[in-house]
């Protein structure tokens, strides 16, 4: 509740500002819509007249005039220069008025308004179809989200004007915008997080380009541009923490400003390689080449940034462990750098007593037009608030049957748990009970065998002995003959009832030899027919489930020559090492297995059922009255 009511305090504040702010950008959103409406027309139908061309261009003159003295007056220029020039049917103007606009924004850091007029421009100039002025825009464009570090739209802008220059074999601009394109790769990591691999790639790129870009301006003997990009290598290079390389480019660049006398990039160079040398430990020279950029820039006037020159002396000396010049320096450092930071407060004061000022001017002319609004904005308001508070209620409604729908979710799960658990109960004790069952069976084929079988066997050696060594009467010789067939007979029925209890061959030879051998014991004389075939490698499989596969597998085999009246019988076994399933299929008389419930399956097939439970098997029955029946049962193995 009190999250939602927060939400309605913040929500309501910012309308009131957004309305405060509203008239002050009425002027960017205008010129944004009288744009659309330039651009809707048939600029082949446009008549210009001489006399607005001339308007037009003295406008256009003052919107650079003005720019960095007044800045209503370049703002106001602007405007101007777009409605008249619209008017007259110079859309070319139109689209210079725009891009002097965009800069004008951009030197005042109002990034998104610049970004605005750039683009109106470019869609102006894409409907006169000029590459060039594309071109131009478009490296501009690229400028302003590199200064808001958005890397992928500068590189996206930066190369569209590269791929036109290319087209129009213009090498000068290519070069310029190569230069771009790798001070753009150059500072990738402001823009973003980069790792370390990441950072040696960008540089890796930036040095490419500015490689490209230093070849072309050598091609056109552009001794300016080859400077440049000596200073843009250097950087580079001293970035790859490889200073002597990065101070052999910086020199070559210091070379040319001298001989230009270029003074103020002669200082700004001999700070760079101040800085290299100071890297290097060879601290004599750095301080030589930063004392001499401190004197260019005293005499010459050129004091912006003059605090990072004295805070490299600074830090020069203190390496050179010279901690009075250190400390003299660093506080001259201070010192400027307070007084800027006292400077762009007054500005900033200044600014805001202008805007004040300006502001209470704007309320009075426009104060009968907020008194008839007033009743407009009041029902807008409470609309608001209404509509929050029925959006409040609704999100706590919804709430609440989240809350009783998670609750009923949870017990869902919970009974579910339960129910598991119980499953693993239940398999648990049937496997327990059919272990149980299978070692009381070993147990008593072991004992048939061993215990009754060996006495049985002594008594028919005994009597055989007697046999032998005693006088019997011919009319006594045909019943003893026929006591001792007998005793082979029930010899023969003992080791049968012992081999199905516990068959040896199962535990010997596994399921394939098992399943033969019992299917050749019970394979009727006549009909039916029945076939084994097996599919897969011989594999063996752990006791209890050879055992539990080898008792399902009698069961259904028994079934079908008991019940199904069947002419054929085809048993199948396929073993692989994750699976082993049995098939057997019979055309007998079928039946309708779904009418089968849970009390008419009879022990056989619940005996089936749940064997395959207790080993987490598959047993599916498929049958049709007249079609015969389809048995399978399948275990996969972990």
Request: net charge neutral; glycine share 4%; hydrophobic share 40%.
């Amino acid at each position: 509740m009190v999250k939602h009511i927060i939400f309605c305090n913040i929500f309501l504040t910012i309308l009131c500002f957004v309305y405060s702010i509203q008239i002050e950008a009425q002027t960017v959103d205008d010129m944004t819509k009288g744009i659309g409406k330039i651009l809707d027309r048939d600029f082949k139908s446009l008549i210009v007249i001489e006399k607005d061309s001339t308007v037009v261009n003295d406008c256009l003159l003052n919107v650079t005039k003005f720019a960095n003295v007044r800045s209503d007056s370049a703002l106001y220029y602007a405007d101007r220069s777009i409605l008249l020039a619209d008017k007259a049917g110079l859309i070319k103007k139109v689209s210079i008025a725009l891009q002097k606009m965009g800069q004008y924004y951009m030197v005042k850091e109002n990034f998104a308004d610049a970004i605005s007029c750039f683009i109106n421009a470019i869609k102006i100039e894409e409907k006169l179809a000029d590459e060039k002025r594309i071109a131009d825009l478009s490296i501009e464009l690229g400028s302003v989200y590199n200064y808001q570090e958005i890397f992928n739209k500068a590189l996206e802008y930066n190369n569209r004007a590269l791929s036109i220059y290319k087209n129009e074999n213009d090498t000068l601009n290519i070069a310029n915008v190569l230069g771009h394109i790798g001070s753009l790769h150059l500072a990738h990591e402001y823009c973003e997080t980069r790792t370390p691999d990441q950072k040696k790639s960008d540089q890796k790129f930036a040095l490419d380009f500015f490689m490209q870009s230093m070849e072309l301006y050598k091609k056109k003997a552009d001794l300016n541009g080859i400077a440049v990009e000596n200073l843009n290598i250097g950087t580079v290079y001293n970035r790859m923490k490889q200073p002597e390389i990065a101070l052999e480019y910086e020199m070559n660049a210091l070379e040319f400003y001298r001989k230009n006398k270029n003074q103020e990039r002669v200082s700004t160079t001999l700070y760079s390689i101040g800085f290299i040398y100071n890297q290097l430990k060879r601290y004599d020279l750095a301080l030589q080449c930063l004392k001499e950029a401190e004197l260019i820039s005293f005499s010459d006037n050129f004091l912006d940034g003059i605090q990072y020159l004295f805070e490299a002396i600074a830090q020069t000396y203190k390496d050179q462990k010279d901690f009075k010049n250190a400390l003299d320096y660093y506080q001259k450092y201070m010192t400027i750098r307070d007084s800027i930071y006292n400077k762009e407060k007054s500005r900033q004061i200044f600014e805001l007593e202008t805007k004040y000022q300006v502001e209470k001017k704007q309320n009075e002319i426009k104060k009968l037009i907020i008194v008839k609004q007033k009743r407009t904005y009041i029902i807008y308001i409470l609309s608001v608030i209404l509509f929050l508070f029925s959006l409040l209620g609704l999100s706590i409604f919804r709430n609440i049957r989240t809350k009783r729908i998670i609750a009923e979710q949870n017990l869902l799960i919970r009974e579910n748990q339960i129910l598991e658990l119980e499953k693993e109960h239940q398999l648990a004790a049937a496997r327990s009970v059919l272990l149980g069952e299978e070692t009381e069976r070993s147990r008593l084929a072991s004992d048939l065998h061993d215990g009754l079988g060996g006495l049985l066997t002594g008594v028919k050696l005994k009597l055989s002995s007697m046999k032998e060594n005693a006088v019997i009467t011919s009319e006594n010789l045909a019943s003893f003959n026929h006591a001792l067939h007998l005793l082979d007979t029930s010899i023969s029925e003992l080791r049968r009832v012992a081999h199905n209890l516990m068959p040896e061959t199962l535990m010997h030879f596994g399921l394939k030899t098992a399943l033969r051998d019992f299917i050749q014991q019970v394979d009727p004389d006549d009909l039916p027919i029945m076939r084994f075939n097996t599919f897969g490698d011989d594999l063996r499989f752990s006791k209890e489930l050879e055992i539990t596969i080898y008792r399902i597998t009698q069961e259904l085999i028994t079934n079908s020559i008991k019940h199904s009246g069947a002419k054929q019988i085809d048993i199948q076994l396929f073993t692989e090492k994750n699976r082993v399933c049995v098939q057997v299929v019979d055309n007998g008389i079928g039946f309708e297995p779904e009418k089968l419930g849970p009390t008419h399956k009879g022990n056989g097939l619940k005996n089936i059922f749940d064997r395959a439970t207790a080993f987490n098997g598959r047993f599916e029955i498929i049958s049709q009255p007249g079609k015969g029946s389809e048995s399978t049962i399948e275990f996969l193995i972990s």
